[in-house]
């Protein structure tokens, strides 16, 4: 009975990657004698955050040792949208694509962060620290009682990070006509508010996140999904550096 109560839990998810076919495998899945722990989705949360940094660290030497790292930024861009790809739509495959979708976004990312450090030297620190802190903040308030993520909470952030999805693919393809959503990149009032807002629901999807690795290891999840749990994760602390760095340049370049 609780395996099935989780199966249903996991259906009324607010996070896409929860949506997908890791929750709504038949019943027989949840036979297996092995399931799923909280501290064994903190312990791989921990190891991709690990191999996100070591290759990001390698991409930054390199750009600062004058070599082109194009081919690492834009190869990890991509490999990694193909990882997590395999991994939201063969969630099985968790424990395998997880970890390579880390080391390819430390890729991407490592190349990212140098490109915004070299424009504004320090803003790198300030971005980690912001993300970690953010993190730590609402994974207190969601184990004190302060945010609950509730069935309205979790429709409200769907649809606005479906609205933010939408709106960014939108532009992307606007770009390959010269033209762009101009407020998404602006450093001006409306620019400004809207990385705030994107900020705000990214940092609140980590509240989703919390929500449902803690109910699938209370209602004994396949072994698996501890990987997929800290994919996810990783996703949304990804997406929330990436927007806080972001946000931090618009902020700079005022000045």
């Not at 190891?47 to 750009?63: K, S, V």
């Amino acid at each position: 009975m609780a395996r099935h109560r989780a199966l249903q839990m996991f259906g009324r998810s607010g996070n896409p990657a929860f949506r997908s076919k890791a929750f709504t495998q038949r019943s027989s899945d949840f036979s297996t004698s092995e399931v799923m722990t909280l501290s064994g989705t903190v312990n791989k949360t921990g190891f991709y955050l690990l191999l996100c940094f070591m290759t990001a660290a390698w991409t930054w030497n390199q750009l600062y040792s004058g070599a082109d790292v194009g081919i690492y930024l834009w190869g990890g861009l991509g490999g990694g949208f193909i990882a997590a790809l395999v991994t939201i739509f063969k969630p099985t495959l968790a424990p395998y694509s997880a970890p390579i979708y880390a080391l390819l976004e430390g890729f991407m990312i490592g190349g990212i962060s140098a490109i915004f450090e070299s424009m504004y030297p320090g803003i790198v620190i300030q971005a980690v620290g912001l993300t970690f802190g953010t993190l730590a903040a609402l994974l207190m308030a969601y184990k004190t009682g302060l945010i609950k993520p509730t069935e309205n909470f979790r429709l409200m952030i769907f649809a606005a990070t479906g609205g933010i999805a939408l709106l960014y693919f939108v532009n992307f393809i606007m770009m390959f006509f010269g033209s762009s959503i101009g407020f998404i990149h602006s450093n001006g009032f409306f620019g400004i508010l809207f990385s705030l807002v994107v900020v705000a629901i990214a940092a609140l999807n980590l509240v989703l996140d919390f929500d449902f690795i803690e109910e699938a290891s209370e209602h004994g999840a396949p072994k698996y999904l501890e990987a997929y749990g800290a994919f996810s994760l990783l996703v949304t602390l990804i997406w929330l550096y990436l927007e806080i760095l972001r946000l931090l340049a618009k902020l700079q370049s005022r000045n």
